[in-house]
């Protein structure tokens, strides 16, 4: 997602409302998981601050990784040196995911806590996943590649459900050279471990580039009924006029002729200028500022995203003054 995530981490961008690292844990307690192991490399002082802010019920433990630029192994099996449990979740950070298919993963996992070293969670095929390859009865073949005679099912939700020994099998492939985790499934299927797959029909989302992050935004807003009580959602099939300045809870302001078009999920201290046009499938995070007679659809407005008079956006993400993305145009008066 670069030159975006030279800026700010992936875990930090917004969707419908939520950080992306947020949305992910709301939907991991959601599951009934209570306690959380992050693993934070670049700007992690900006993460830390930011998981502060959530705990609230949750446990939630950072691990520094300063040698993270090495893999996403590397992270994983850092983070991992401070996890005792004899079983838990491993994920992405920047991946949404339903808290039903959370469920589904562990539950199943569960059913063989002694046996099974794996449970995979998978998803109908999609042009950007990673195959799954799996034998009839349920073990999985391969990732990315058949390690046993198998046929193609699907595709990585990147989603695990994993047993203690996990961990030491990671720390064996990181010495060896490893730096990502599909290798070091298949060599658990090389060496006869029982790893399982589970199917979800739900949605999920590795947000790796605009696009997903765009489509992540775009998915929950269609499904979001409320908001905050501090935000103003304006729900799918729902428009919203300003025939004079509205104020929202005091702190969102809509100046005269400003048009909402739903969906539109707008946070505090955020301004839309005259006869500006916002939506649909538009996400104004916290303090984003639109200016007059602009025009914005099917974009995320990151923290403190501030566009000029008469600036049109589609498709993009905006953070501070810039435009990522499809790109802006800015019409003369």
């Known amino acids: 997602m670069k030159p ?13 409302g939520k950080t992306l690292i947020e949305r992910l844990i709301s939907s991991f307690h959601a599951a009934g998981v209570t306690s959380f192991t992050v693993g934070i490399g670049w700007k992690g002082e900006m993460v830390r601050e930011h998981l502060e802010s959530l705990s609230g019920t949750n446990r939630i433990q950072t691990v520094d990784v300063p040698d993270y630029s090495r893999g996403p192994l590397q992270t994983l099996v850092t983070a991992l040196s401070e996890v005792e449990d004899e ?19 562990v539950t199943d996992h569960l059913r063989e806590p002694n046996s099974r070293a794996m449970t995979l969670l998978l998803g109908p095929w999609k042009e950007s996943g990673t195959p799954v390859y ?5 073990q999985i073949a391969g990732i990315g590649e058949q390690i ?20 030491e099998i990671c720390r064996n492939a990181l010495s060896l050279g490893v730096t990502s985790i599909p290798p070091v499934i298949n060599s658990m299927i090389s060496d006869g471990l029982i790893l399982r797959y589970v199917m979800t029909e739900q949605e999920w ?15 929950l807003l269609q499904k979001m009924a409320v908001g905050s009580g501090s935000q103003l959602l304006v729900p799918h099939g729902s428009r919203l006029t300003a025939g004079r300045q509205m104020r929202h809870k005091q702190t969102i302001v809509l100046d005269a002729g400003a048009e909402i078009v739903g969906p539109v999920l707008i ?26 007679r602009c025009s914005v659809e099917r974009s ?18 905006v953070f501070g003054p810039s435009v990522y993305g499809m790109g802006s145009n800015h019409v003369a008066e």
């Open 4 to 16: 975006l995530t030279d800026t700010v981490p992936k875990a930090m961008l917004p969707a419908a």
């Open 87 to 105: 079983a838990y979740v491993v994920s992405a950070v920047d991946y949404v995911v339903e808290p039903a298919s959370i469920s589904r993963t």
């Open 134 to 138: 799996a034998q009839e009865n349920g």
């Open 148 to 167: 046993l005679p198998s046929g193609t099912i699907g595709c990585s939700a990147m989603l695990l459900a994993v047993s203690r020994p996990f961990g």
């Open 205 to 219: 989302f590795d947000v790796d580039d605009i696009s997903s992050l765009l489509s992540a935004n775009h998915y």
């Open 267 to 292: 946070s505090p201290r955020c301004r839309v200028g005259k006869n500006a046009i916002i939506g649909p499938f538009v996400t104004m995070d916290a303090g984003s500022q639109v200016g007059e």
């Open 300 to 317: 995320v407005l990151s923290a403190k995203a501030s566009l000029a008079h008469n600036t049109q956006v589609k498709d993009s993400v």
